[in-house]
């Protein structure tokens, strides 16, 4: 079987994810790591056992890697995503594939011009809950749907770790904007309001409601609030003319540990650990990215998808009142 060289870019949290992920499958083979800071590259190379770069040209000639994971943070994806691209590599981008809807055509521009193959991880495309509310919505079983709402709760010290960089509108609300319009097969039409609100204890939080081009309305409500002691969650509802489809998400994928100090959920359902590698969501992710480029057959997730969920994204930005609260 012939296997995909992959690069991985970016070794923070979610990189090192996907790295030890790479290696877990048989389809591709991990050939090296880049980080644009020298001691969490060095690092990372030890750990997973493969040469590490500060430059990415230099790690893509030197590994002859045939594809790259773009894992930096979200206002970074367009240079090294450039980069790979311009060297004829397929990419996957962290979701959002970038942050304006100009960065987003560039990178699409660039991959059709030198034929290469660009997808981004909208994660819960990779659900079989969304896959399957996909699929039942869409086949008219339950007749037009006429409202949507998604919900997303984590903690504060996500918030603390990411602010600086995101924000809840683009670190959870994305992957419900693709949700919504990915399942409804519509787009996000009209905003009638819109909410980013913080406090001074460190919560944030994201609020909109509005209309689809479908007609149905949607309301979308995230952010990170919660203590490290636990309460995440996350659910997605579609409400159609002859019933209802819910998803619900157990805190952590429905396993917690308690020690004598505070109870900790962990992840079950993004990126478990069994057996020594990483399963879930990630794996099927880049699965089916690496199957895909290796078979030469579509991506469940186009360019173009991604770049309507930065459209709304930003015009929900755009549309939002700011406030501080106590
Ligand atoms: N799909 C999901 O559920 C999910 C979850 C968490 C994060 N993410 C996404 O993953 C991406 C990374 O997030 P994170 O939390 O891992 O960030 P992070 O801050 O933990 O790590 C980013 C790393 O990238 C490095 N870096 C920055 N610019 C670089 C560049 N130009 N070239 C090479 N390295 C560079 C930094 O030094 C850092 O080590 C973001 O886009 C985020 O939205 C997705």
């Known amino acids: 079987m012939s296997r995909l060289r992959v690069i991985v870019v970016g070794m923070g949290f979610m990189g090192l994810l996907h790295a030890r992920a790479v290696r877990g499958l048989r389809s591709a083979e991990l050939v090296g790591v880049v980080d644009l800071n020298e001691t969490a590259a060095t690092t ?110 984590s903690t504060r010290s996500l918030g603390a770790r990411v602010g600086e960089v995101t924000s809840p509108l683009w670190h959870f609300s994305i ?24 406090s001074a204890g460190g919560s944030s939080a994201f609020l909109a409601i509005g209309a689809l081009s479908s007609g149905a309305g949607f309301q979308i409500s995230t952010g990170w609030t919660l203590p490290d002691t636990g309460g995440r969650s996350t659910e997605f509802e579609a409400h159609c003319e002859r019933g209802v489809v819910r998803i619900t998400f157990a805190p952590g994928g429905g396993l917690a540990l308690w020690d ?46 991604a770049i309507a969920a930065i459209s709304s994204a930003v015009a929900l930005e755009n ?7 106590p």
Do not use: C, N
């Open 175 to 198: 992957h419900h904007i693709d949700a919504i319009q990915w399942i409804s097969g519509a787009s996000i039409e009209s905003i009638d309001g819109a909410q980013a609100l913080a």
């Open 260 to 305: 004598e100090t505070r109870g900790h959920e962990v992840e079950a359902t993004a990126w478990p650990l069994i057996h020594g590698r990483i399963e879930g969501l990630l794996r099927r992710e880049i699965e089916h990215f690496v199957e895909a480029v290796l078979d030469g057959t579509d991506f469940v997730i186009t360019p173009e998808d």
């Open 319 to 325: 549309a939002s009142i700011r406030r501080t609260a």
């Open 44 to 153: 990372a190379g030890e750990s997973l056992g493969v040469p590490a770069f500060t430059d990415l040209a230099q790690a893509i000639r030197e590994s002859r890697a045939q594809a790259a994971i773009i894992a930096t943070p979200d206002p970074s994806h367009r240079r090294p995503t450039e980069v790979a691209l311009d060297a004829g590599l397929a990419v996957l981008v962290e979701k959002p594939l970038a942050t304006t809807v100009e960065d987003a055509q560039a990178m699409t521009e660039l991959a059709r011009r030198q034929g290469a193959r660009l997808m981004t991880g909208h994660l819960f495309r990779f659900d079989a809950r969304y896959a399957q509310a996909a699929e039942t919505i869409r086949s008219g079983r339950l007749g037009k749907p006429f409202l949507f709402t998604a919900r997303h709760w």
